[in-house]
């Protein structure tokens, strides 16, 4: 999915013939061509031209609305164009107990397996990372044995505690990481994972509208007015290769202590502008490298969408199981923890 970003407080984006135009004071920042996008994201006080607002409609470019600090505030769609028969099968699946909680296992082993296979690739960094792969090979088993949600949730949280635990261990000194804390975020390395947790969230929610799906009904996640508990379910397999680019970005010295504002009660730490920019450089970056889907070599964006893909035929067939993308383009596979989906036997 191409994606432009628009991050400087007090721009304006207006249509220019064929492009998108980023203009601020009379300068132009940046231009974008419109047959190349999929999603417009806007970070806080950024204004949109009502022309430019017709041709994302027409065009179905889905507009994004952030606020400064990357939290979400809403989105600006075309009408819909999709399967209303596909909708019925989801809302009948997700009422289905045995079909949902099918689903919602795949959903959790994937997040949990690919969390092994991360760390996998640091096991002699530190005594605690061997640790945690065994405690993440425990909660796959759990996961498999669940038999409701309650239980699924249960092995999730234990194995997600070992792994975060193990992954504190690997920032550099500069970048102490806790524990994952969410609201406010404490810390840059937890800023930087509900950034792109959130970007993320957004990208599955065009992936689902795109096929056909209702983002807001899930099978791991509940309903909740507001939340977009399917596009939640369809990322958790994906949070991985989030932390694996932040500890990249870290690691690699691309953002330092200096790209981050102090932190304050009600915001917690954030990124400064400066810092912003770099991160969505990168983040982008990260995602347009080729990895293997469906038998080709694709950019990792589109992996999504065919997750996306696949979960709409899983609802249209239940027989045809829901498998979680390969992620050996990104980390080298180890046998132990098992990341072929091939193999999975729930």
């Known amino acids: 999915m191409r994606a432009l970003y628009v991050v ?10 064929e492009l998108l135009v980023v203009e601020r004071d009379g300068e132009t920042l940046a231009r974008a061509p419109l047959l190349r ?8 006080n950024v204004h949109v031209t009502t022309p430019t607002l017709v041709v994302l409609l027409e065009r179905g470019i889905e507009l994004v609305l952030l606020t400064a600090d990357g939290e979400y505030r809403g989105r600006l769609v075309g009408p819909e164009a999709t399967s209303a028969e596909l909708r019925i099968r989801q809302l009948e699946a997700a009422r289905d107990e045995a079909l949902a909680l099918d689903l919602a296992r795949r959903f959790v082993r994937g997040k949990l397996r690919n ?29 498999a044995r669940a038999g409701g949600h309650g239980g699924l949730l249960a092995a999730e949280g234990y194995g997600s505690g070992a792994y975060f635990s193990a992954l504190a261990t690997l920032f550099p000194p500069a970048f102490s990481f806790p524990g994952r804390q969410r609201r406010p975020p404490p810390d840059p390395v937890n800023a930087l994972l509900s950034l792109g947790y ?4 957004q990208r599955a929610v065009s992936a689902l509208r795109a096929v056909g799906l209702d983002p807001h009904v899930g099978f791991l996640h509940q309903l909740r007015p507001g939340r977009p508990s399917l596009a939640l379910d369809l990322i958790e ?13 870290l690691t690699r010295g691309q953002l330092l202590p200096e790209h981050f504002a102090p932190p304050q009660p009600e915001r917690g730490v954030r990124l400064t502008p400066d810092g912003l920019r770099l991160f969505l450089a990168a983040w982008e970056g990260w995602w347009e490298q080729p990895v293997a889907l469906a038998g080709t070599r694709r950019p990792a964006r589109d992996a999504l969408f065919e997750q996306a893909r696949r979960l709409a035929r899983v609802l249209r067939a239940p027989a045809e199981p829901y498998l979680t993308v390969p992620i050996e383009a990104w980390w080298q596979a180890d046998e132990s923890v098992d990341p072929h989906p091939a193999r999975e036997q729930p």
């Open 8 to 17: 400087e407080q007090g721009a304006v984006l207006r249509r220019s013939g």
């Open 37 to 44: 996008l999929q999603l417009v994201i806007l970070f806080g």
């Open 115 to 143: 969390q092994g296979v991360l760390l996998m690739q640091y096991r002699d960094r530190h005594p605690d990372i061997p640790r945690a792969i065994d405690a993440l090979r425990d909660a796959l088993q759990r996961a």
């Open 198 to 201: 959130t970007l993320l969230a």
């Open 237 to 249: 397999e994906f949070r991985p290769v989030v932390d694996a680019f932040v500890l990249d970005l």
